[in-house]
């Protein structure tokens, strides 16, 4: 099972965060440890939820940027989940098309 699930939209208070923290309790009761990549550096609403099991990004910062592509592109036998926060949105699908992602 090696895919990963971005949760998306360039609108705020959308209900992005509650759908991700959704899937990520889903895939955690069915004994799965996703991999949880949340881009609201500021707040890390998930982190504060999964400590053990979610990174803050901050889409801004090219680091950042590597740690979450390498993170997708890295084959795993679990789940990934992105928030990706509205201030990100644009960021992450120009940095994907620049990369032939």
Do not use: C
């Not at 949340?38 to 982190?47: F, G, H, I, M, Q």
């Not at 979610?54 to 997708?72: F, K, N, Y």
């Amino acid at each position: 099972m090696d895919f990963a699930i971005i949760v998306a939209s360039p609108r705020a208070r959308s209900g992005k965060t509650l759908l991700a923290r959704l899937l990520a309790e889903h895939f955690i009761l069915g004994g799965q440890r996703p991999s949880i990549f949340d881009t609201d550096a500021a707040t890390a609403p998930l982190v504060g939820r999964f400590p053990d099991d979610a990174v803050a990004l901050d889409l801004e910062r090219v680091t950042d940027q590597m740690a979450l592509i390498d993170g997708l592109a890295t084959p795993s036998a679990n789940p990934r989940i992105v928030d990706l926060t509205h201030s990100s949105f644009k960021k992450f699908f120009d940095v994907m098309l620049d990369s032939d992602y």
